[in-house]
């Protein structure tokens, strides 16, 4: 595992105000956050299917991405961007929810398969695997034919609450990431979520 040199941070969601506050729209509310506590623009890239924004975070200049394709073709928007900023898959971070997490819990790391998340596997297919994921857990509804409406629901205001301290806690470790590298945030990040998650603060 090599450090990660980002030059993009792509939140995975589906478009539209239907798909908000759904669970699938966790890596959407990671970079809205993102580019609101740091003086990003959204701007509409109709050639790229994609919304834009510019931060600055910890002195490194980053693209932030959200997909304007529905989350299963997120991997073609995705691809046309790096091709044309020239982004390797290494400078490259997918957020995106993750069912097999519970609420509470976020875990960064490169490479992998998709786990079932059609997001995820829409950019392997588009890019190969070795991309940077910080997955947020939403919880598993308990069985797989449940998934799909699970992630297409909205959480519970408990679930909410756990999954916004959650992003809060990946907010403040993305510095880190960029500044003293993955196994740095990594260890802060999984630290903390531990803590919170079993009833420390």
């Not at 990003?40 to 490194?60: F, K, P, T």
């Not at 695997?129 to 408990?158: C, M, N």
């Amino acid at each position: 595992m090599t450090d990660p040199q980002l030059k993009l941070i792509v939140g995975l969601g589906n478009p539209g105000a239907e798909y908000a506050r759904t669970r699938h729209n966790a890596g959407f509310w990671f970079v809205d956050e993102l580019a609101r506590s740091h003086g990003g623009s959204w701007r509409r890239e109709s050639r790229h299917q994609c919304e834009l924004a510019r931060v600055r975070v910890a002195d490194v200049e980053l693209w932030l991405m959200k997909p304007t394709t529905f989350m299963n073709r997120s991997g073609a928007a995705v691809h046309s961007l790096c091709g044309f900023q020239r982004i390797a898959p290494a400078q490259l971070l997918v957020v995106h929810d993750e069912i097999d997490l519970p609420p509470g819990v976020v875990r960064l790391k490169q490479g992998g398969g998709h786990g079932g998340h059609n997001g995820v596997r829409d950019v392997i297919a588009q890019l190969g695997a070795e991309f940077w994921r910080l997955r947020i857990g939403v919880g598993h509804p308990g069985s797989k034919e449940q998934v799909l409406d699970a992630v297409l629901d909205r959480a519970t205001p408990a679930e909410q609450q756990l999954i916004d301290a959650a992003l809060g806690r990946a907010h403040a470790a993305l510095p880190e990431l960029l500044r003293d590298g993955a196994q740095k945030a990594m260890t802060l990040l999984h630290t903390r979520d531990e803590a919170a998650t079993s009833g420390d603060s």
